[in-house]
C-alpha cells in the first residue's frame, strides 16, 4: 500500500522548546490530517489541510500543506508537559473518496517533554 | 451531538478464548466505520472497514472478523484468541472530510 515517512519517530525536549516533525511520500495526497494520542486513548485530529501549500494555525500548532501535495509538516511552539503524546500524520488519497474514504498514517512521532 | 462509543476499555483474556468488542456510532446515519489495531503504542494498522450494513471489507488476513448488524454498530470479534492478538484496538467513523472520530480504545491483552 501506499506509505508515509513520518519523522522523527520520536523526540525528548524541555519545555519551552519548539517542536517541528514531518512526512513525506512518494504519492500525492488530497488532504493531510494531523492527530494527537495521549496515553491510552483514540488519536484527536488537530489540524486538517486541503489544498497545496496551505498553512494553518491552531494554538501553538502549525501545519502545512507541502506544494508538491506529497509532504506536510507540523510544528509546535513552546512546548509544554501536556504536548506529550504520539503524533500521526494522515492523508487521503485521490483514489479514496466518498463512500471508499480511507486514511492512510504514518507510523507516529513519539514526543517526550520534560518539565 | 455525535459521538462514538466503544467498550469494554481493557480486556483480558486466555488464549483459545472468543472475542467480541463493540463500537457505536450517534448522531449520525450511515456512517463509514473502521477498526483500527496498533501494537506497542505506535502505527495505526486497518483491520476493517465498512460502509454500510452487512458491508464489510478486510484490510488483512488475520483471525479476527467484523460485522455491521445495525447502520451505527460495528463489532470486532474473534473466534479462538492468538497471543499475537493483543493490543489496542481502536474503532473509527468518517464525519466527512475532516478525516476520522476515533472511539477511546479497548486494550486487549491475551494472556
Known amino acids: 500500500g501506499q506509505q508515509l515517512n513520518q519523522s522523527p519517530q520520536s523526540m525528548f525536549i524541555q519545555e519551552g522548546e519548539d517542536v517541528s516533525m514531518n512526512c513525506t511520500s512518494s504519492?500525492?495526497?488530497?488532504?493531510w490530517l494531523w492527530y494527537k494520542q495521549d496515553p491510552g486513548e483514540g488519536p484527536v485530529l488537530l489540524i486538517a489541510?486541503?489544498?497545496?501549500?496551505e498553512l494553518t494555525s491552531n494554538g501553538r500548532l502549525t501545519a502545512q500543506f507541502g506544494i508538491t501535495r506529497k509532504d506536510s509538516f507540523l510544528n509546535i511552539s513552546a512546548s509544554i508537559p501536556s504536548d506529550v503524546g504520539i503524533y500521526f500524520c494522515a492523508g487521503q488519497l485521490p483514489n479514496s473518496g466518498g463512500s471508499n474514504y480511507k486514511l492512510t498514517f504514518g507510523k507516529g512521532t513519539l514526543l517526550t517533554v520534560n518539565p | 451531538s455525535q459521538t462514538i462509543h466503544q467498550w469494554p476499555a481493557t480486556l483480558v483474556q486466555p488464549v483459545g478464548s472468543p472475542l467480541s468488542l463493540e463500537c457505536t456510532v450517534e448522531g449520525t446515519s450511515n456512517p463509514n466505520l473502521y477498526w483500527y489495531r496498533q501494537a506497542a503504542g505506535r502505527g495505526l494498522q486497518l483491520l476493517f472497514y465498512s460502509v454500510g450494513i452487512g458491508q464489510i471489507s478486510s484490510e488483512v488476513p488475520q483471525n479476527l472478523s467484523a460485522s455491521r448488524p445495525q447502520d451505527r454498530q460495528f463489532i470486532l470479534s474473534s473466534k479462538k484468541l492468538l497471543l499475537s492478538d493483543s493490543g489496542f484496538y481502536l474503532c473509527?467513523?468518517?464525519?466527512?472530510?475532516?478525516?476520522?472520530?476515533f472511539g477511546s480504545g479497548t486494550r486487549l491483552t491475551v494472556v
Open positions: 489541510l486541503y489544498k497545496a501549500g
Open positions: 504519492s500525492i495526497f488530497n488532504t
Open positions: 473509527a467513523w468518517n464525519p466527512g472530510l475532516g478525516g476520522y472520530t
